[in-house]
């Protein structure tokens, strides 16, 4: 027969389960004030939405002035290039019709005319025309993604393998990357168009590789919040982002960037694509600390 607790063993087995119910309260109710900060933080974002229609005025504004600063160097050598190019083809047409009947003194007039420099300096002028074109191509390519209202929203998103596609994406360009610590979960599947999200994700994990540099660190957290919310987080150890320029890091042209290495383009982009997705992103950062990118998205009602 089993032996009965004392009087004291007892009182401590009574007290050791209050403790943990205490506890157990405790927790709970952590998680409830948790869940409530997380949705007024939705909340806020959907009162946000009436702001959108300003904001999205003042982006077509700030996207017209980038995109008028942008094209106006490009254009502007581009226009004396070819001034100076038509100057060239005058001097060797000039020497066309001078030479054409009299083909003995044709090198003391070729000598003359420079022709030897204007004929190796109209390959180069053609050169930079070209490379001009190319620039604009290239923000015309920018400015046509930004623009694009409408998505085909009718495949089937699973946001893990958006990531790995993009770390691969990354991988693929072959420079230095810093350590990528990964605790991606399984998440349900969404309706929408897995390349977008791909590109959304690579934009802001191309930046947190940039923020925290080759020996630096990057954290991505793929999890379901609260029930409600899918949620992807890039974090970064790099140098933060300063308060003053948080509110347009996400404006079209907006970039830190030395010329040439960034248009500025990857948050405008990243954001619209998760809006189209009816999510979002919001950030963290903190000088010298690092930042933090959470990229969000209802969880669907029916399991895909
Ligand atoms: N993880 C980050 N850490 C620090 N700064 C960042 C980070 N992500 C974005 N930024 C800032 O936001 C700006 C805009 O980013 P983005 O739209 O991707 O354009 P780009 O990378 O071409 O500059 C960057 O130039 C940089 O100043
Ligand atoms: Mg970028």
Not at 31 to 57: M, Y
Not at 107 to 118: F, P, T
Not at 249 to 259: A, K, M, S
């Amino acid at each position: 027969m089993a032996e009965q607790p004392t009087p004291n063993e007892q009182k401590l087995m009574r007290l050791l389960l209050a403790e943990r119910k205490t506890r157990a309260e405790l927790e709970q109710r952590i998680v409830t004030q948790e869940q409530a900060l997380f949705r007024s933080d939705v909340i806020a974002q959907q009162q946000g939405a009436q702001l959108l229609a300003q904001e999205k005025l003042a982006s077509i504004s700030t996207l017209a002035a980038g995109l008028a600063h942008e094209l106006n160097t490009p254009s502007g050598f581009m226009r004396c290039n070819l001034q100076l190019m038509l100057k060239h083809w005058q001097t060797i047409r000039e020497f066309v019709e001078r030479t054409s009947d009299q083909p003995s003194q044709l090198a003391e007039i070729r000598k003359e005319l420079n022709l030897d420099y204007l004929l190796e300096d109209g390959t180069d002028l053609i050169d930079e025309s070209l490379l001009g074109i190319n620039h604009i191509s290239s923000i015309v390519q920018d400015l046509r993604m930004f623009a694009e209202d409408t998505a085909d929203l009718t495949g089937i998103v699973d946001l893990k393998d958006c990531v790995e596609q993009s770390i691969w994406a990354l991988e693929l360009e072959g420079a230095a990357l810093p350590a990528l610590h990964q605790h991606l979960q399984q998440v349900p599947r969404f309706a929408g168009d897995s390349d977008k999200i791909t590109l959304a994700i690579m934009q802001v994990l191309n930046n947190a590789c940039q923020a925290a540099g080759p020996s630096g660190q990057v954290w991505l957290d793929l999890q379901v919040k609260f029930d409600t919310h899918i949620v992807l987080e890039i974090r970064d150890d790099g140098p933060g982002i300063a308060a003053d320029l948080l509110n347009r890091i996400f404006d079209p042209f907006f970039t830190t960037r030395p010329v040439g290495q960034g248009r500025g383009m990857g948050l405008a982009v990243a954001r619209m694509i998760m809006t189209q997705h009816g999510g979002g992103i919001r950030v963290k950062t903190e000088a010298g600390l690092g930042s933090k990118f959470a990229l969000e998205l209802p969880v669907p009602p029916l399991a895909l």
